[in-house]
């Protein structure tokens, strides 16, 4: 890997750029999503910028259990994006259509029709979570970058609201929330 | 000439898939032609096929920002059709749940219009208010956006010390009066971006039939909490405020006096919350075949269940939901003719739609 493509890596690392999708959510996951890059969970800290436009960004976040309507928006969208692309679904509707279950109208889980890389589990997830997310996306984009190698995906740990040392987290993997109690 | 722009379904100013067709006369619109469905899960005809547990969980998920009003709603039905009525904590706790989430979604809508005014640094002042409001519902149920606490006959949680609460909620009062209330009421900018555009006059409010803010905004004094109060409002005192002129100014006043009345309505409740029970407590349910339906008052006007029951079912025979955007929306096009087509966002934006609701 020459000089050029390591700067692209760390480049790539450093400033995803978010393309967020509503594949037929109940708001919840999308509102958690703009509520992780204001103030106080600042995801811009990470590069991540919302972007409008599918064509200038990098990550390809989609919420909802895609609804029959969504499929072909979710298609042409994931296609516009420039590669290297990550997908992060997030919530458990992408993943597994949730309470929605056994509905006719839906058409998901999600990949069934485009690759997913991160999953963020949660109903819906919290803001720390949809971060941590976006950063391990970001991370398989650099890796992406460097080797075009297909690369499994990555199923988030579950994220609770901090405990504040009042349970014993017996996940060893369970990440420390970086929010802070007023 | 007139030409069709289209806007959406999957556009940057739009929170949710909508399609938005503006027939324009060079930068005039002249008409507006709107297509939802695309967030159509087909809940209802799920809800047939859960039982009397699991539907209030599916009934959670209709919206992300609402999400207690419709569980709310669907359990006042039920509990008609059980024949429960909840004692008068749960009763409280339900007012006090139901105001801080017209509160979040209040102030979430100010920051959505903030952006789409082109003020973002209001935009980032109001989310950060809005986590001071989400601190509140996640110390009460322990979520932050579906919090699971109404069941039928009361509610899953205590508030175990509602002066803690309190003393959280003038907190935020303070900081409401401090920061978010005087730019949207005082400022220039809100003021030269919002007065006079997208105005819905009080006659065609009437035909439209439009609920909530946007109803207020144009001059009809209505409100489910005053006109026929659910859970324990009819022991609260509270104004309803009503601004005459229908514009988007109009309704980002009523929306801001509203954050402050529902301040005053979670301090009265916080403080005269009685003792006792937080629900029946009864294990085993009996339904009564039937239908009964409920009213309530949501963050965007009048939500209605109606929920039918066959005898010695599980699952109910029918929920049926109105939800507040489904009478607003048509109020849309009203609005934005003759509007200039850079308006149009703040515009439709303006009635707070919730197209996830709608479509269901």
Known sequence: ?182 | MSYKIPMGPYHPALEEPYKLDLICEGETVSDAKLHIGFNFRGIEHLAESRNYIQVIALMERVCGICSNIHTLTLCQAMEQLTGQTPPPRAQYIRVVVAELERLHSHVLWAGIAAKLMGFKTMFMTCFELREKVMDILQAISGNRVNYSMNRIGGVNRDIDDPLAVLAMVEQLEREMVRTVIPIFTTSTTARLRCAGIGVLSNRKAVSCGVVGPTARASGLPQDLRRAAPYAAYSEMEFDVPVQQDGDVRARLLVRALEIMESCKILRQALTKMPPGEISTGDAKIAFSAGTATSRVEAPRGEVMYSVSWKESSRNPSRVHVRTPTFVNMPAIRWMVIGARLADTPLIQASIDPCYSCTDR
């Not at chain 1, 928006?73 to 992408?94: E, L």
């Not at chain 1, 349970?167 to 109690?181: F, I, L, M, R, Y």
């Open chain 1, 1 to 182: 890997m020459n000089l050029w493509n390591r700067l692209m890596c760390y480049s790539r690392r450093r400033s995803p750029w978010l393309f967020h999708m509503n594949g037929g959510s109940c708001n919840g996951c999308d509102i958690e999503l703009i509520a992780s890059l204001t103030p106080r969970y600042d995801a811009e800290q990470l590069g991540v910028r919302l972007e409008g436009s599918p064509r200038h960004a990098d990550i390809l976040c989609i919420t909802g259990p895609v609804t029959h309507n969504a499929v072909n928006a979710i298609k042409t969208v994931y296609g516009q994006v420039c590669g290297p692309k990550a997908v992060v679904a997030i919530g458990s509707c992408p993943a597994t259509t949730n309470v929605f279950i056994d509905s006719r109208t839906l058409d998901g889980p999600l990949n069934r029709h485009i690759p997913v890389d991160v999953f963020v589990p949660g109903c819906p997830p919290r803001p720390d979570a949809i971060i941590l997310g976006v950063a391990k996306a970001a991370e398989i984009l650099a890796e992406r970058a460097a080797k075009k190698i297909p690369i499994d995906p990555v199923v988030m740990p579950l994220v609770g609201p901090p405990c504040n040392g009042a349970c014993a987290c017996s996940t060893p993997n369970a990440p420390k929330s970086t929010e802070e109690q007023p």
